[in-house]
């Protein structure tokens, strides 16, 4: 399978891709198409183990989290990790957003070797009448609301199955009380638990020319330690007395918080409307000094090191229908750090670091 424009390349190392969220049929957002998308169901990669509903717990009310988005980003140059895809969950309870607490966040990992029994080794023919080798149901039940694994069913009609009874009773009110009684299901159906599903095109991000030129900021702590170094030497001049006379001298005296969310800001302007920013081994964009992580933990199947790979962008809150009054679903930054090698180890579905920092008034 040749790589498609909307993949991202894992293995050009330094590159930053971006992610914006644009309508398109979902047809195009099935498992066989290896979709990057917001909302609705995830597309599942590995059919036969599809996560059960305690894989993607909220640590705070301990409800299942509902399905956020998902980013098809292959490793080309390593076979175990031709198809390789991220899942992000969210909790939908928005008493359980805490500022600068993941508690309710769950990222998954999965991936397969080109050669496997749920797609085809051949590039998928882009076409709505495209007829996959095979669907997620020919291996696994699937819950009706939000595609985790339906571990029971409805009682009544005994044609549909759930992840919990949470979802049971959230389809019910839904709609499927009609369907029970009249034996006729409607497939397109969607539970409003679940988000507004879009797509995520991917773009690689346009640099500016003083960024082609390996140019770039100064640090605080370097602008600090060249003032001091100023100042020992006695050349500040009047820098003591008019702040005007270096421009670096107001970026000394900014608060580091602000600083750090102004870069924030400045690299993200150009594209305003991206959602997501891709960097494999890279560094985050954080939006605060403060409330970043202090070590982010290893791989719990290899022990090997986790290292940023990408994040999500306060933007796609634009995307997700969850605005209300009061207290609300938010987020400053959301950074996913994941296996360094992409180990093959354990669950087929592996748990990853996730990490929210939001912006504290």
């Known amino acids: 399978m040749e790589m498609d424009d909307e993949f991202l390349d894992l293995d050009n190392a330094g590159s930053v891709?971006?992610?914006?969220?644009?309508?398109?049929?979902?047809?195009?957002l099935e498992s066989h198409f290896f979709?990057?998308?917001?909302?609705?169901?995830?597309?599942?990669?590995?059919?036969?183990?599809?996560?059960?509903?305690?894989?993607?717990?909220?640590?705070?009310?301990?409800?299942?989290?509902?399905f956020l988005c998902q980013i098809y980003a292959p490793i080309m140059s390593t076979d175990e990790c031709f198809h390789r895809t991220l899942f992000l969950f969210v909790c939908r309870n928005e008493d359980c957003c805490e500022p600068n607490r993941s508690d309710n966040l769950?990222?998954?990992?999965?991936?397969?070797?080109?050669e496997n029994e749920y797609f085809s080794s051949s590039p998928p023919v882009e076409s709505k009448s495209f007829s996959p080798k095979c669907k997620v149901t020919d291996f696994t039940k699937t819950c009706r609301v939000c595609n985790l694994?339906?571990?029971?069913?409805?009682?009544?009609?005994?044609?549909?199955?759930?992840c919990c009874r949470e979802h049971q009773v959230a389809d019910w009110k839904a709609g499927h009380n009609l369907e029970c009684k009249s034996g006729k299901a409607d497939p397109q159906r969607k539970c409003p638990l679940l988000l507004p599903e879009c797509e995520i095109e991917i773009e690689a991000e346009e640099l500016t020319d003083e960024a082609r030129e390996g140019k770039r900021e100064k640090s605080e702590e370097e602008k600090m330690?060249?003032?001091?170094?100023?100042?020992?030497?006695?050349?500040?001049?009047?820098?003591?007395?008019?702040?005007?006379?270096?421009?670096?001298?107001?970026?000394?005296?900014?608060?580091?918080?602000?600083?750090?969310f102004k870069k924030f800001k400045k690299r993200i302007a150009a594209t305003a409307a991206q959602v997501l920013r891709y960097e494999?081994?890279?560094?985050?964009?954080?939006?605060?000094?403060?409330?970043?992580?202090?070590?982010?933990p290893p791989c719990e199947y290899c022990g090997g090191e986790r290292t940023f790979e990408f994040q999500i962008l306060p933007q796609m809150l634009n995307h997700l229908a969850l605005d209300q009054i009061g207290k609300s679903i938010d987020w400053g930054t959301i950074a996913i750090f994941t296996?360094?090698?992409?180990?093959?180890?354990?669950d087929a579905y592996k748990s990853e670091f996730v990490y929210k920092q939001d912006i504290v008034q």
């Open 17 to 28: 891709d971006l992610g914006f969220a644009e309508k398109c049929d979902p047809w195009k």
């Open 35 to 66: 979709p990057s998308k917001i909302g609705g169901k995830p597309a599942w990669l590995n059919f036969s183990h599809v996560p059960a509903a305690d894989r993607v717990l909220c640590k705070t009310c301990k409800n299942p989290c509902i």
């Open 106 to 114: 769950v990222v998954l990992r999965c991936q397969l070797k080109r």
């Open 149 to 162: 694994k339906g571990t029971s069913h409805c009682g009544k009609c005994q044609s549909v199955n759930y």
């Open 225 to 260: 330690k060249e003032y001091e170094n100023l100042i020992k030497e006695g050349k500040a001049g009047t820098m003591h007395g008019d702040s005007s006379a270096d421009p670096d001298f107001d970026a000394m005296n900014e608060d580091k918080e602000d600083v750090v």
């Open 280 to 296: 494999k081994d890279g560094e985050p964009l954080w939006v605060s000094q403060e409330h970043q992580p202090n070590a982010i």
């Open 339 to 346: 296996c360094k090698e992409s180990c093959d180890n354990g």
